[in-house]
């Protein structure tokens, strides 16, 4: 998922904003929904990705390891089908660091 976010130590990263790449892999129990094919029987994955855009798209963090912490949180709390979730953030445009890296991210674990 690609988000523009505001998140960063810096003062120009809050108030002009970055592009983020966020994956985020769920664990839930699909032995229902493969059974039956209702979207009722799983977790929406249009639904998550709301979440997680709220939550990047949202208030502004200092540090990925928040973002990262309250995008899972918000999963968590909404989806009770979600078992555990790993989700990994990764921010493109990095001030103050050599162009020659790619990105910088965190990637967090969070289980019920």
């Given at each position: 998922?690609r988000?523009?976010?505001?998140h960063?130590v810096l003062?120009?990263e ?6 983020f ?7 839930v129990?699909t032995?229902?929904a493969?059974a039956?094919?209702?979207?009722a029987?799983?977790?929406?994955y249009?639904?998550?990705?709301k979440d997680?855009?709220g ?11 928040a ?18 979730m790993?989700l990994a953030?990764?921010?493109?445009c990095i001030p103050?660091v ?8 965190v990637?967090?674990?969070?289980h019920?």
């Amino acid at each position: 998922m690609r988000f523009h976010g505001r998140h960063g130590v810096l003062q120009e990263e809050t108030r002009l904003g970055q592009p983020f790449v966020v994956d985020a892999s769920l664990q839930v129990d699909t032995l229902q929904a493969g059974a039956t094919d209702d979207l009722a029987d799983t977790v929406s994955y249009a639904d998550v990705y709301k979440d997680i855009k709220g939550v990047v798209e949202g208030e502004p963090c200092k540090l990925l390891e928040a973002v990262a912490h309250r995008a899972c949180a918000a999963v968590l709390a909404q989806h009770s089908g979600v078992r555990e979730m790993r989700l990994a953030i990764r921010k493109l445009c990095i001030p103050g660091v050599p162009s020659v890296v790619e990105s910088v991210g965190v990637e967090v674990y969070r289980h019920r």
